[in-house]
DNA sequence: AGCCGCTTGTGAACGCCTGAACAAAGTCGA
DNA sequence: TCGACTTTGTTCAGGCGTTCACAAGCGGCT
């Protein structure tokens, strides 16, 4: 039985999931045995109703005036997440944003693994980076083809974004990460999921502008931490 | 009558906001002198409607019949989001996340601007990044001091990001833009926005596989193109 | 000058997610 | 062995965001 009901977990949801799961192998370092629902809340930054909810999608998995295990529970996510293996990736663009991303893959049992990474740079081909070596992006459906890699991650400069795209989903990549500062259109089938951090900057600017313009606004909400979203997290006067 | 009556924008709209803002930047570049709610959405992968309403929030800004006047709109919406003046950022960590993330400030106009960036490797302080000298981090307080900086930019190992954290809060920082991966805690009144990369991945390598395990799900639903969302994207097959 | 077509702006319904309160269940102590 | 406390799992209501669909308004053509 390898997955139980599971089949359709919000992706709000599994987001959180991956922090919780990174919480639980730090608490795992520090030999704690069992969690409860409410410091694990904390340690993520979030609502503990909330949490217990997201881990009720997996079904049952914490004891009843106790906890949960934080061993089982680790491994839990880590199946549900990633899956039995970790899916190979490949990034195109190893700018700064690119290798700083490549370091990501770092440990296992996050059910991603950076396969290949390429680049049109020839002072960048051929260096080694996180452990690879950059490939020239010519090389893009092959490498694709050998590593049957699932993933793509985009970290070009946005002229070049679209084509790339194109060119990863025409050779079977059918998720795609895509930091370029662009909307790609692709067709029905294939997931995908834009970071854009110039955005997430100007957001900040924008309410940060907005709290001096109404020095004490009409609502004093209060907040004791932050309360997270599914990429984003605020808290404090609005 | 600086601000007219953009009271509370939701959060959601603001950060397309400033997708349109960039593809209007563009369209002024080709020498368009008018868009339509239609091509303008198609452009940064929204909906009509929802564009339409988001552009709303800042009263009636178009003409019936016609369309949008691309100038005009890009100058309210730069009016609306960075305000007269940009806003000054420190970035703490000047790794490869954090340089590739100075280059972002780019261009003005943007409603922010990095003003000092600051690491702890004497290897780093020193060299100059994005036109800026990299400062000691132990200098913190001094600089933002006096560069007056409302914005902190948190690109530094997890270990340390609550107390470089602490130190912003405490000298008056109250909006800050989190890449580290953890919840920070901050009091209220503070602003904090969370990006997790891992996370991402994370969630992307979940979905791969989800839409593997099932090949041909109960559900065959037809996307034409991306479907985007806050800060994520997403269309195809669940 | 009047009509037609196009586009914006807005109102309402749908769905999703979040947050809180309640019941089930298991453990620890006596 | 029984009781009570702790903590999970679930259910319910509330709010927010997105989407669809219609009325209002403006330009262009005849």
Request: glycine letters at 10%; charged letters at 20%.
């Amino acid at each position: 039985m390898p997955e139980s009901r599971p089949r359709n977990i919000p992706e709000a949801t599994v987001a959180r999931l991956a922090v919780y799961l990174r919480v639980l192998a730090g608490l795992a370092d520090d030999g704690r045995s069992h969690v409860s629902s409410g410091e694990l809340a904390t340690a993520a930054g979030v609502n503990p109703a909330g949490l217990r909810k997201d881990l009720s999608h997996l079904g049952p998995c914490g004891v009843r005036g106790v906890g949960y295990s934080v061993a089982s529970l680790r491994d839990r996510l880590t199946e549900t997440l990633g899956g039995a293996r970790s899916r190979p990736c490949v990034l195109v663009g190893v700018g700064r944003l690119g290798s700083a991303l490549a370091d990501y893959s770092g440990f296992p049992g996050r059910g991603f693994e950076f396969v290949a990474l390429l680049d049109t740079d020839p002072a960048t081909v051929g260096s080694s980076v996180a452990g690879l070596t950059v490939a020239p992006v010519a090389e893009l459906e092959t490498v694709v083809a050998e590593t049957r890699a699932s993933i793509g991650v985009i970290t070009t400069p946005a002229e070049v974004a679209q084509s790339v795209c194109d060119r990863l989903v025409a050779v079977g990549v059918r998720s795609i990460l895509n930091f370029a500062p662009v909307a790609l259109a692709v067709p029905a089938g294939v997931d995908v999921r834009k970071v854009d951090l110039s955005v997430e900057l100007q957001v900040l600017a924008f309410l940060d502008q907005q709290r001096d313009s109404t020095p004490s606004a009409v609502e004093p909400n209060r907040v004791e931490r932050v309360r997270p979203l599914p990429s984003t997290a605020r808290a404090g006067v609005r």
